[in-house]
């Protein structure tokens, strides 16, 4: 669930939580594990995904465009 969702705001759902999702999905593919897999239920997640910096792929292992257009989410 983008942040965008889990904070309300006035905006409220927009086009950045589809983008959002693109990213993790993409980060996804590539690695075969989830971001954040190491929560512990929907409340440790939802905290995961507003406290902690957004998911990056490793930049040795795929290629500088790439890692750039997942970075721009």
Same mark, same amino acid.
């Given at each position: 669930m983008?942040?965008?969702k889990i904070k309300i705001t006035e905006k409220g759902y927009t086009i950045k939580s589809d983008i959002w999702s693109l990213g993790?999905?993409?980060i996804e593919i590539c690695t075969g594990i989830h971001p954040y897999i190491?929560?512990?239920g929907p409340? %440790? *997640?939802s905290s995961m995904i507003l406290?902690?910096?957004s998911p990056q792929l490793n930049p040795s292992k795929y290629s500088q465009e790439?890692?750039?257009f997942v %970075? *721009?989410?």
């Amino acid at each position: 669930m983008a942040p965008e969702k889990i904070k309300i705001t006035e905006k409220g759902y927009t086009i950045k939580s589809d983008i959002w999702s693109l990213g993790i999905t993409l980060i996804e593919i590539c690695t075969g594990i989830h971001p954040y897999i190491n929560a512990k239920g929907p409340f %440790d *997640l939802s905290s995961m995904i507003l406290l902690n910096e957004s998911p990056q792929l490793n930049p040795s292992k795929y290629s500088q465009e790439f890692c750039f257009f997942v %970075d *721009l989410w």
